[in-house]
């Protein structure tokens, strides 16, 4: 039976151990949420001391070049790259997850309609669980182009060979899931996709910093994904996108804004893409907010995402063997798969009362988070969170759920 000194002593000998000194966490709070909001760094209060007080207050419209501004979703698209198997000058950091999405999927319809084999194609497969926001850009941008572009919607990972046919122009999947904490196979699926003669686009939300990505080993296509989840970029930071070096002469993207053209301050009257990576930019970016993003990337700099992986594996199988031996009596049902090749960076229980349970939680200090239906939540981020901290993540809830401490009537709140 584990105990909690079996959890402090593998925290003693945890080589991330160290890391976690890095953010700032409040007394007293389990922060199992790392997956929707990651932790600040604590680097990132001078660093927008920095950008605000001097980049932005005394230097001005200088700092578009004296500070790199200019540059810098490329310069922190570089410093992304090599923790999803990315090369140099393939990422840019810019723009929503959302807006990232309507422009590869435009670009990777466009790369199908522009090759004759392919024209005719018409439909981008997609999953019905993955993340709405994903499904709902996919059909508004189908909607918006009136081409004729439908999207069709699996109900289970081994109906996509079925689901992936000759029609089929993209296909668009979420790495990880957000729900379920299921992590697609990427090589095999984007095999299956090519040999369909479909392109493949990969949501890297739940993905990038959480598990080891290797976009180029895995065939994508094209790629996108957040930065203030377990990047820690801070709240709204810029999202990132993908652009393979073999695909940048083709990549053509509808939001055709002055950053992405080849001469911005040529100020010419009509568009002309710039060659690389660049062409997937849009138009004046959010710096203050970017700039802490490379306080997280700073982090990642000191270890490797197979540490963090190593870290991940054994901390989601503590909670999940606590929370089977220590609340066996209560209605949980494990929904992440067990098997380490298929999780994620999060394990989700179902509870009849998961919303009320979650509330009670975090009310203790445990922050998860709730989704539909009745799934709570918990992420675990190595490079913050302790093993001590599962132990006591899961002894709070075996409390809640014992003594029936949550309120079934609980009010929700607009996030949840
Ligand atoms: C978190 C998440 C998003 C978020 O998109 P925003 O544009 O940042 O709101 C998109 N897709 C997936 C799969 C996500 O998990």
């Given amino acids: 039976m584990t105990t909690r000194i079996d959890c402090q002593e593998r925290d003693a000998r945890d080589p991330l151990a160290a890391l976690r000194d890095q953010f700032d966490l409040p007394q007293g709070v389990i922060y199992l949420d790392g997956n929707s909001l990651g932790a600040r760094p604590k680097a990132a209060l001078a660093r927008a001391q920095h950008v605000i007080a001097q980049e932005w207050g005394h230097d001005l419209i200088r700092s578009w070049n004296t500070a790199g501004w200019f540059d810098l979703p490329r310069r922190l698209g570089d410093r992304l790259a090599p923790l999803i198997g990315a090369a140099a000058g393939e990422v840019v950091i810019t723009d929503t997850t959302s807006v990232n999405l309507f422009k590869a999927l435009a670009a990777a319809l466009q790369m199908q309609a522009d090759d004759p084999q392919r024209a005719a194609r018409r439909v981008i497969v997609t999953e019905r669980s993955n993340f709405p926001t994903d499904i709902y850009m996919a059909e508004g941008l189908s909607a918006w182009l009136?081409?004729?572009?439908?999207?069709?919607?699996?109900?289970?990972?081994?109906?996509?060979?079925?689901?992936?046919?000759?029609?089929?122009?993209?296909?668009?999947?979420?790495?990880?899931?957000?729900?379920?904490?299921?992590?697609?196979?990427?090589?095999?699926?984007?095999?299956?996709?090519?040999?369909?003669?479909?392109?493949?686009?990969?949501?890297?939300?739940?993905?990038?910093?959480?598990?080891?990505?290797?976009?180029?080993?895995?065939?994508?296509?094209?790629a996108v994904g957040c930065t203030y989840k377990y990047l820690n970029g801070g709240p709204g930071a810029p999202a990132f996108i993908w652009v393979p070096a073999?695909?940048?002469?083709?990549?053509?993207?509808?939001?055709?804004?002055?950053?992405?053209?080849?001469?911005?301050?040529?100020?010419t009257p009509h568009f002309t893409a710039t060659d690389g990576i660049g062409r997937a930019l849009c138009g004046t970016q959010p710096v203050v907010s970017l700039a802490?993003?490379?306080?997280?990337?700073?982090?990642?700099?000191?270890?490797?995402?197979?540490?963090?992986?190593?870290?991940?594996?054994?901390?989601?199988?503590?909670?999940?063997?606590?929370?089977?031996?220590?609340?066996?009596?209560?209605?949980?049902?494990?929904?992440?798969?067990?098997?380490?090749?298929?999780?994620?960076?999060?394990?989700?229980?179902?509870?009849?009362?998961?919303?009320?349970?979650?509330?009670?939680?975090?009310?203790?200090?445990?922050?998860?988070d709730y989704r539909e239906p009745a799934i709570m939540r918990f992420g675990f981020t190595p490079l913050y969170t302790s093993f001590a901290d599962v132990w006591d993540a899961v002894e709070i809830l075996r409390d809640i759920l014992d003594r029936q401490a949550y309120d079934v009537h609980a009010k929700r709140d607009a996030v949840t």
């Fill in 146 to 222: 009136a081409r004729g572009y439908t999207v069709r919607l699996v109900d289970a990972v081994d109906e996509l060979p079925q689901a992936i046919d000759d029609e089929t122009a993209v296909v668009l999947l979420t790495h990880v899931n957000y729900r379920t904490g299921y992590q697609h196979d990427m090589a095999a699926t984007s095999t299956l996709a090519h040999a369909r003669g479909a392109l493949i686009v990969w949501d890297l939300a739940h993905s990038a910093g959480a598990v080891p990505v290797d976009l180029h080993a895995g065939g994508a296509d094209l």
């Fill in 292 to 368: 802490m993003v490379e306080c997280g990337l700073d982090v990642f700099a000191q270890t490797t995402m197979d540490a963090i992986r190593a870290k991940s594996l054994a901390l989601t199988d503590l909670f999940i063997a606590l929370v089977e031996q220590r609340c066996a009596a209560h209605p949980l049902a494990l929904v992440t798969p067990r098997a380490h090749a298929l999780r994620g960076s999060q394990v989700s229980f179902s509870h009849p009362h998961g919303y009320a349970v979650m509330a009670a939680l975090i009310a203790r200090g445990v922050i998860g």
């Fill in 246 to 267: 073999r695909h940048q002469a083709r990549f053509r993207q509808p939001l055709s804004g002055w950053w992405g053209h080849a001469a911005p301050f040529a100020m």
